[in-house]
């Protein structure tokens, strides 16, 4: 199954794909919404405990879990992006103020970024932080959701870790890998083609799992809006469960502020999944 038949993709060279996957280049102050979730995640560290805890022995192979105050609250684990190259999970810690304020315990999950680590490798990072949070945790529910690479990789754990996560929250995410391996993108993760085969959320369905919802914004670019449309309406089309919301006027960077807010589209979505 391929995402982007229809628009021919195949017809653009190198270039002309990789500036369609080019959020950064897309959002001229992208660097500038970035810093200001670095500096809102550093005050919100200064003022709110957590913990954090290693699920191996690399730096990155952490995560930092915040406590909502209830007992046996459900989970969100968030899974930043970057295209898997990029970002940390300390860049991200504000995108537990609107999940925490609605009943939920959040954990940022770190990983090691390309090239240091393949998606192959990355996805089993994932995977294992998730095992070791639903041990720590006993969390009523575990929904792992994640932004741009981060939504690939929730997606993901929905085929890698079912047995794990209750749920999936994918926001602004990339589903089918082949476009990809035709950018410059590649260059960093030097994609096998059994890791495109076996790596795309959109060509692990299966007749069951975990309901997986999709959020993307309105202004984001057209190849990424493909991404998620094609993928909802696969899992559709096998009777899955999940749902569908774009975030009206929202690119690939301001999306988030519907997670940060406890009222955002996306924070009442996680809620939701979460039974809350």
């Known amino acids: 199954m391929v995402v982007l038949d229809a628009p021919g993709w195949r017809d653009l060279d190198r270039a002309a794909l990789t500036r369609a996957y080019d959020n950064t280049g897309a959002v001229r102050d992208s660097a500038a919404l970035v810093a200001g979730w670095r500096a809102r995640s550093a005050a919100f560290r200064e003022g709110t405990a957590g913990r954090s805890l290693a699920y191996g022995p690399a730096q990155r192979q952490a995560l930092d879990l915040y406590r909502c105050g209830a007992p046996q609250a459900p989970c969100l684990a968030f899974v930043h992006g970057g295209y898997w190259q990029r970002n940390a999970r300390e860049d991200f810690t504000c995108m537990a103020e609107g999940p925490l304020a609605l009943g939920l315990d959040v954990a940022l999950v770190g990983y ?36 741009s690479a981060g939504g690939h990789l929730a997606a993901l ?48 369905l299966a007749p069951s799992g975990p309901p997986v919802s999709v959020i993307y914004g309105g202004a984001e670019l057209p190849a990424l809006c493909r991404q998620s449309e094609a993928y909802h309406a696969a899992r559709r089309a096998l009777g899955l469960a999940g749902e569908r919301h774009v975030v009206p006027g929202a690119d690939h960077f301001r999306v988030l502020d519907a997670l940060i807010a406890p009222d955002g589209r996306i924070a009442r979505e996680a809620a939701r999944l979460a039974g809350l």
């Not at 998606?119 to 959701?145: F, P």
């Not at 794990?164 to 391996?181: K, N, Q, R, Y």
């Open 112 to 147: 090691t970024l390309a090239p240091e680590a393949s998606l192959t490798r990355i996805a089993e990072e994932i995977g294992a932080a998730l095992r070791l949070l639903r041990r720590e945790t006993g969390a009523g529910r575990l929904v792992v959701a994640g932004w």
């Open 157 to 204: 754990m929905t085929a890698l870790a079912a047995e794990t996560v209750d749920a999936a929250l994918a926001v602004s995410g990339i589903f089918d890998l082949e476009p990809i391996a035709a950018t410059a993108l590649d260059d960093a993760l030097d994609l096998t083609e059994a890791e495109v085969a076996e790596l795309s959320p959109i060509r692990r």
